[in-house]
C-alpha cells in the first residue's frame, strides 16, 4: 500500500504561482494512476487534475484548464501540480490521490489518498 503526503501549499496573492507535490512511500507511485483534488470551505471534495501511469495521458477540470498542469517523476516517486494565475476561488484544501486502475477517474474514488495541503489565494 503506498502512503502520500502532500507539500508546497501556501498563502499567496491573486496571479502568484505555487507548485506542489505528492510524495509516495511505501510502493512506488508509478504503479498508480494520480489524481489532485480539491475541497474549499463548505464544498464537496471536487477533482483538479489527473495523470496515467507513466505520464502520457492528462485531465482537467475546466476550472483550471490552462493554468495548471500535472506532472510526474516516477524516479523520485513524486507527483506536481504547477498552479499559476492562481485565483480567489482557488482556495481550497488540495489533495492527492492514487488508484491502481488505468484510467483517470474524475470521481474521488481512489484507493489512496494524503491528508492535504491548504492554499489560500487572497485579492
Known amino acids: 500500500q503506498v502512503q502520500l503526503v502532500e507539500s508546497g501549499g501556501g498563502s499567496v496573492q491573486v496571479g502568484d504561482s505555487l507548485r506542489l507535490s505528492c510524495e509516495a512511500s511505501?510502493?512506488?507511485?508509478?504503479?498508480?494512476?494520480v489524481g489532485w483534488f480539491r475541497q474549499g470551505a463548505g464544498k464537496e471534495r471536487e477533482f483538479v487534475a489527473g495523470?496515467?501511469?507513466?505520464?502520457?495521458?492528462?485531465y482537467y477540470a475546466d476550472s483550471v484548464k490552462g493554468r495548471f498542469t500535472i506532472s510526474r517523476d516516477n524516479a523520485k516517486n513524486t507527483v506536481y501540480l504547477q498552479m499559476s494565475s492562481l485565483k480567489p476561488e482557488d482556495t481550497a484544501v488540495y489533495y492527492c490521490?492514487?488508484?491502481?486502475?488505468?484510467?483517470?477517474?474524475?470521481?474521488?474514488?481512489?484507493?489512496?489518498w494524503g491528508r492535504g495541503t491548504q492554499v489560500t489565494v487572497s485579492s
Open positions: 490521490a492514487a488508484d491502481s486502475r488505468s484510467i483517470i477517474m474524475r470521481s474521488p474514488k481512489y484507493d489512496f
Open positions: 511505501g510502493r512506488t507511485i508509478g504503479a498508480y494512476t
Open positions: 495523470i496515467s501511469r507513466m505520464g502520457g495521458g492528462a
